[in-house]
């Protein structure tokens, strides 16, 4: 059993640090995570011979609140077949969706006791490390790119990472607080060589979130350098620091946006194109659609037509072309599955959070909510829920966070208990 907890961690390991560099190869790992988990599951059952309770101890059961309520989002889609038409697209879009599902299961039914909080810590370096490696492999594509003829200007442009940049951006905006908080935490048990290492992986993941050029990507990072900020304002209480902090963080990212070509206006044209007459008419048409059937939406195989039907009514013919989604992970679930889906999805995005205010450390708790609010964030501007790319980062973002909740809640008795004796 010892070595099937083993390659169940190296699986989950192997899992984030694919989905950080190609989500094909994330959702293999995946897979082989969720396999293993199954396995380790069957074992556990024969060994005790059935009669052990199979829900992982190592959660407390308000805890698993959290996890269950993803299994319960994907489930409602299911459910929302039966009054789905489209049933070819609905089982299409369950099967992408299915993803979510495999974290939290793997988690609620084989026990991790063997986990320390030196494992999670390990997760978030794969992550780290995986995000490098990828930013190196395309700044060699750059060069090779200038080497053939191609302008500075294009290579560092829309097309310098090929992926989608909003979820490239949330996965960039958890690496940076993991360091952060890594750095802040451990600072003093640190090796000198991993503090060096650490602070300087930051500056080139904030390039990073630059060159991957997302508007909501830009966002979070200054949310989570504002964060930052307040966090060495309110430990050190030393505001001459403090605001050299903030000089040298908001300085060094609006530099670069400035000495790199093509981004010298971005956080510019992010204020505006939110705010842009084609956002708008997206948000206006699919809302307008949502009130004809707002308690249960229309259906995980019909609410993308219903999206197309509504741009066709308010005349808006790029969005009937495009057939655009709605840019907007609420606003696609209450298409899909109306308020009830909308109440089941903010739950478990936020139980995490609340628990860890309930039973963490502060710096745990605002860690949690900080990686809480660049996923919230980055469904405000793009459907995240609707790609690969976000269901299985997501899905094993939400669940490392449960985890680490519960370790840290688990510590916290621990010491309490301790200054009782």
């Not at 490098?132 to 302008?151: C, E, N, P, R, W």
């Not at 307008?288 to 308690?295: A, D, F, G, T, V």
């Not at 959070?353 to 996923?375: E, G, P, Y």
């Not at 405000?380 to 840290?408: H, K």
Request: proline content about 2%.
């Amino acid at each position: 059993m010892k070595r099937l907890e083993q390659i169940q961690f190296g699986t989950l390991l192997l899992a984030v640090a694919c989905i950080a560099i190609n989500w094909r190869a994330g959702l293999w790992a995946t897979l082989a995570f969720a396999f293993v988990s199954l396995l380790r599951l069957v074992v556990g059952l024969f060994e005790n011979k059935g009669r052990s309770a199979i829900l992982n101890p190592a959660i407390e059961p308000r805890m698993r609140w959290g996890l269950w309520a993803m299994v319960g989002y994907w489930l409602l889609l299911l459910l929302s077949m039966i009054y789905s038409d489209d049933t070819a697209t609905g089982w299409s879009l369950l099967f992408i969706k299915a993803s979510i599902l495999f974290y939290p299961l793997s988690f609620l039914l084989t026990d991790t006791r063997y986990l320390t909080s030196k494992h999670l810590r390990i997760i978030g370096y794969a992550l780290v490390a995986a995000l490098l490696l990828a930013f190196f492999f395309y700044v060699g594509a750059a060069i090779v790119k200038m080497a053939d003829g191609a302008s500075l200007e294009s290579v560092t442009g829309l097309r310098f990472d090929p992926r989608h940049h909003t979820y490239t951006a949330l996965y960039l905006a958890v690496a940076l607080l993991f360091i952060h908080y890594e750095l802040t935490t451990y600072w003093s048990s640190l090796p000198r060589w991993r503090r060096r290492a650490l602070a300087t992986a930051f500056p080139l993941l904030v390039i990073y979130v630059i060159l991957v050029n997302s508007r909501s990507g830009m966002l979070t990072l200054y949310g989570v350098e504002l964060y930052i900020v307040l966090h060495y304002a309110f430990t050190r209480r030393n505001w001459l620091r403090t605001l050299l902090l903030a000089v040298v963080l908001g300085g060094f990212t609006a530099g670069m946006e400035v000495a790199l070509p093509g981004h010298d206006d971005r956080l510019a044209t992010t204020i505006s194109d939110v705010s842009s007459d084609e956002r708008i008419m997206i948000y206006k048409s699919d809302l307008e659609s949502w009130m004809e059937s707002p308690l249960i939406g229309y259906g995980v195989g019909d609410y993308r037509q219903q999206m197309v039907e509504a741009y066709n009514d308010n005349d808006f013919s790029a969005g009937v072309e495009n057939e655009y989604n709605a840019h907007n992970q609420y606003i696609e679930t209450l298409l899909s599955t109306g308020l009830i889906g909308l109440a089941v999805l903010l739950f478990w995005m936020l139980w995490p959070t609340i628990q860890a205010w309930r039973t963490s450390r502060r710096d745990v708790f605002w860690l949690i909510a900080m990686f809480t609010f660049c996923f919230m964030l980055g469904c405000l501007f793009e459907s995240m829920l609707e790609r690969q790319m976000g269901v299985l980062f997501i899905g094993a973002l939400m669940a490392v966070m449960t985890l680490t909740v519960a370790f840290t809640s688990k510590e916290n008795k621990q010491l309490k208990s301790n200054r009782y004796e």
